[in-house]
């Protein structure tokens, strides 16, 4: 697919360990995610599916922009995630008017959560080893 002559809007989107490059080309609404479709790279989870279409259900533009994800790191839930933010930020680089519905619907926020760092003198973040009285 050449993109040489077409409009291509950019957005990144970040999500625990996952950053997502996604570009938003004219088309017919198909998802690519790593050079594969995107229901078989989310494997036909739904809710991943789900969080993926979710900012172009929003603006009523599933069917007018094909979705090219470049997207590394975390897992599947965090991904999902990453791609929702980045292409809600390159549906706001289409149209500045976009920015108000997106943004109530909260797909344009980070989500923060992230693993807690291990502290030293326990087993896990906030797991203590084991108490002995005796």
């Not at 970040?14 to 229901?39: E, Q």
């Not at 533009?61 to 930020?89: F, P, S």
Request: proline share 5%.
């Amino acid at each position: 697919m050449s993109t040489s002559n077409s409009v291509v809007y950019w957005g990144t989107g970040r999500r625990k360990t996952s950053v997502a490059r996604v570009r938003l080309v004219p088309g017919n609404g198909t998802i690519t995610i790593n050079g594969r479709p995107g229901d078989n790279y989310l494997n036909y989870n739904p809710a991943y599916l789900a969080a993926v279409r979710a900012p172009l259900q929003t603006l009523g533009l599933l069917t007018e922009y094909d979705v090219l994800v470049n997207v590394r790191g975390g897992g599947l839930t965090g991904q999902a995630d990453a791609i929702k933010q980045g292409a809600a930020r390159a549906l706001c680089e289409l149209s500045a008017d976009n920015r108000k519905p997106l943004k109530t619907e909260g797909h344009l926020s980070r989500d923060p959560r992230a693993k807690e760092r291990r502290k030293y003198g326990l087993k896990k973040a906030r797991k203590a080893p084991q108490f002995s009285k005796r």
